[in-house]
């Protein structure tokens, strides 16, 4: 037989297999397209879920449709590139999706007819909405969410004012006597008579009137109860202008008419000539109208007062300023009734409190609440004229709320505070002190009971604003999740990359600090929807602050402060999650858009029955998608045999190479050398197994692991004998590599570009030839080296995943790095694992860089 008449007899065999190989790699390379199209597909939805959140919290019904439009387009391109992706094994999606379509339609139609909020309850102001609820409704919605106790209140938002005056005709009319006052010599006092008595004549549109009732309601529940309606301007209360008695207040509040007639008041004092002297003087716009307005239920005080966290004529004395009136805290305010005095110290530990006050006043009036609503004075009882006001355990209550709020503000604050009948304390306003000089900068630690100390990590971006203290967990592994759930509340969660899986943790936490992460993923959505402060892109959040210790996250400056246990540890629970009353036509669209339900990728209600918002269906469509690539088997290097490169490699592993585009260099033969590698996951991998020193090939120095060479290096336990290739499907910025190393199998999927929202490693370890004790040890080893190099890891038996997402290319390369020094440094490690301390043993000589175990083999 000739060679001439075999080569002719098998060319129908030979053409056959290369249009099959060549039908397979369009396949594989469609696969990859769809893939790539899928992440960009996730980006645009997680942006689209952010912008929805926005349009609800902001009440912007006129492009909220179009949005989710856009984004229901997003979901339904992710479920069929998923399809497409597994040739149809999720198409339950599809019936899934149009039910929640069919609702979100009622939804949408609800929130459409139902008429604009114009109102938000002080629990659901976040400190990004200042420009809409405020300089006083603001901060005092923060401290709600920091569990300080902070009577219950609404905010008609700046919106609202001027919808008021649209509606009623009058916003023209003021914007040409604000014109007027700019003149020279203008008559202040004439033409703010002439805005209030506009005003005051006014009367509301039914609509408005409507939500003007839904507001009361809320506060009054049906009862009588006393309300207080006072301004809430976005310049007032801050830390240049205060405006402090610039505006109306009016208290005492019982009836809905009332109310109404104090929200026009309010309004009013907006135009008075006090204010636009103020305004003037301040270098503000006169004509402009940032005016919202705070209804809060009043507190029935016993005893109430003004508390200075520093003493402003002392600010370097180390103690605050405590006055005390009896009743309501007006006169206190005002300065006409004598107050007590208490100068307590700032430090918790340096001294007790003192029940004798510096300065016992007499007082002979008190200012309370009438029944048929307003203030009226009584007289204060002989024999309680020269009374204390407070005892040492209210004075120190005070003390440590008042640390709590400036630590949270960042600054001294002035705080108005109120203790009622039955002996509870409130906070009522707090805003940034006015000091006759800076006080001197803070010394390291907590010298002076201030509430946070020094700055341990900056440069942070908020996620999610707000601030929050908390005994700080560090979470890199599955089994460090699940001990943060049963820690001691309250704690602020470190996470080196912004994990779903984390999410079922999010409602429980008060903060949470990211070392990666970034604005639009799923646990910053999430955060924000929750009210919880997120700060992303620390860098170090998980190696520089130590575990157990509290902290203050910052979200809003993008910082993590040290924060004294003795403040924080007997501090209220945070409240992470806004209430949303059940008649919200919002809360309802809400629930169907934003809430993520689905966390754990591998556990059991990780399913389509769960998808329960769009958010489930983006995040059930991006992990599957990844999964199905990660996972894709060794069908597709059998399938394309014949189309393969082989990588020379005299070292290391060798591979079996599938292009599916731009991961070779031009014109690379059928045999290449690592010089031809354009993918830059596999170079930086190749990089790493060159790495001098690694023992490619040689057994431990351990005695007795020697003689495992002798074994036979086909394992017939494993999924895949030791004689099949190792292969690798790579384009310029994507790698999947399946290795078969020894007795065990690594698996590795990554992507590294430009974005790094698109980047990420999935890295797969299981296996061995010994023993499953030897095995397991082996999978401790690699869970430890995981977890040091950054990874969430997950370990079941002797497998370990480990993953790294969102990090930026340079980090990408370096990890890629490290695992090809892995892939080398790992082999027969199993048999290496005598006893249970060999694991961190093995560990540490990788992360120390002793690739040869050398000090292993000296001891």
């Known amino acids: 037989m000739t060679p001439g008449w075999w080569a002719w007899l098998t060319a129908p065999w030979r053409r056959r297999r290369a249009r099959k190989s060549t039908v397979a790699l369009g396949w594989i390379k469609a696969r990859y397209h769809i893939f790539r199209v899928l992440l960009a597909n996730n980006e645009r939805a997680l942006e689209t879920l952010a912008e929805v959140d926005r349009l609800l919290r902001e009440n912007e019904p006129s492009r909220l449709a179009e949005t989710l439009r856009e984004l229901r387009a997003i979901v339904l391109e992710l479920a069929d590139g998923l399809n497409r992706l597994t040739d149809g094994e999720h198409e339950a999606l ?83 006597l604000l014109q007027q006052a700019r003149a020279p010599g203008a008559d202040l006092g004439d033409l703010a008579r002439q805005a209030r008595d506009m005003i005051v004549a006014s009367t509301p549109t039914a609509a ?12 009054s529940d049906g009862e009588t109860r006393a309300v207080s309606i006072r301004s809430s301007a976005s310049s007032e209360d801050g830390a240049e202008h205060s405006f402090a008695g610039q505006y109306a207040s009016v208290l005492g509040v019982r009836t809905f008419p009332a109310a109404v007639a104090a929200f026009k008041d309010v309004l009013a004092s907006a135009f008075s000539a006090r204010a636009m002297a103020y305004r003037a003087a301040a270098g503000l716009a006169r004509e402009s109208v940032d005016m919202a307005v705070l209804g809060q239920r009043m507190v029935d005080a016993r005893t109430a007062g003004v508390l200075f966290t520093l003493d402003p004529m002392d600010p370097d004395s180390g103690r605050m300023v405590l006055s005390a009136v009896p009743g309501l805290g007006t006169q206190a305010v005002s300065g006409q009734a004598p107050a007590d005095l208490y100068r307590p110290s700032r430090d918790i530990g340096r001294e007790p409190i003192e029940a004798t006050p510096a300065v016992v006043a007499e007082k002979t009036v008190r200012e309370v609440l009438a029944d048929d609503g307003g203030l009226r004075l009584e007289t204060v009882p002989d024999q309680d004229r020269l009374a204390a006001l407070l005892a040492p355990t209210e004075i120190g209550l005070l003390r440590d709320h008042g640390l709590r709020i400036e630590a949270l503000a960042g600054c001294p604050q002035d705080i108005e505070w109120a203790i009622d009948q039955d002996g509870a304390v409130w906070i009522l306003q707090a805003r940034p002190a006015r000091l006759v000089r800076p006080a001197a900068p803070a010394q390291p630690g907590f010298p002076d009971g201030r509430g946070a100390g020094q700055i341990l990590l900056s440069g942070g971006v908020a996620a999610s604003p707000g601030k929050a203290a908390g005994r700080l967990a560090v979470v890199r592994t599955r089994q460090e999740l699940d001990r943060a759930a049963k820690a001691p509340r309250p704690v602020v969660l470190a996470l080196h990359q912004s994990l779903v899986d984390a999410a079922s943790l999010v409602p429980e936490v008060a903060a949470l600090l990211v070392d990666m992460g970034n604005p639009l993923d799923h646990l910053a959505g999430l955060s924000r929807e929750l009210g919880i402060p997120m700060i992303i892109g620390l860098g170090t959040a998980t190696t520089a602050l130590p575990e157990g210790e509290w902290v203050l996250a910052d979200a809003d400056r993008g910082m993590v402060l040290a924060a004294d246990p003795l403040v924080w540890q007997s501090a209220p629970a945070p409240i992470s999650r806004r209430a949303a009353r059940p008649d919200d036509a919002a809360a309802s669209l809400r629930e169907l858009v934003l809430p993520l339900n689905l966390t754990d990728a591998y556990g059991p209600t990780f399913s389509i029955l769960e998808c329960q918002s769009l958010h489930d269906m983006v995040r059930y469509s991006h992990e599957k998608a990844v999964i199905a690539l990660f996972e894709a088997g060794d069908a597709i290097a059998e399938e394309t045999f014949s189309l393969v490169r082989r990588l020379k490699d005299d070292q290391g592993l060798s591979f079996l190479i599938i292009d599916l585009g731009g991961g070779m260099a031009a014109g690379s033969g059928a045999v290449v050398g690592v010089e031809a590698i354009a993918c830059e996951p596999l170079a930086a991998l190749c990089r790493g197994m060159a790495t001098p020193g690694l023992r490619w090939g040689k057994a431990p120095p351990i005695a007795g692991v020697t003689g495992l060479l002798s074994r036979s290096l086909l394992d017939g336990r494993s999924e895949r004998p030791v004689g099949n290739p190792n292969y690798a499907l790579v384009a310029r910025d994507y790698l999947n590599l399946n290795a078969r190393v020894d007795y065990h199998f690594a698996m590795i999927d990554a992507v590294c570009g430009a974005n790094p929202r698109e980047n990420s490693i999935r890295f797969r370890f ?46 990408i390369r370096a990890k890629m790095e490290m695992l090809g020094r892995f892939l080398g440094f790992s082999r027969l490690l199993d048999a290496a694992m005598i006893d249970d301390d060999m694991p961190g043993r093995v560990a540490a000589a990788f992360l120390a860089g002793d690739y040869g175990l050398e000090r292993l083999e000296s001891e």
Request: charged share 30%.
């Open 94 to 176: 599809y019936p899934r999706l149009a039910g929640l379509e069919r609702r979100l339609d009622a939804a949408l139609e609800r929130y459409s007819r139902a008429p604009r909020r114009l109102w938000l309850a002080l629990g659901e102001v976040t400190p990004d909405m200042r420009e809409q609820a405020g300089g006083k409704a603001t901060p005092l919605g923060g401290l709600i969410r920091a569990g300080l106790p902070v009577p219950d209140g609404v905010c008609l938002t700046r919106r609202a004012c001027r919808v008021y005056l649209r509606q009623t005709g009058l916003e023209d009319r003021l914007k040409a």
């Open 766 to 811: 299981k296996g061995g030839g010994t023993a499953e004790i030897q095995r397991n040890r082996r999978a401790v080893f690699v869970e430890t080296v995981m977890r040091q190099e950054e990874f969430f890891t997950t370990r079941q038996g002797d497998m370990v995943t480990a993953v790294l997402v969102e990090g930026s290319r340079e980090t």
């Open 208 to 219: 408005f009137a409507a939500e003007l009732r839904a507001a009361w309601d809320s506060l």
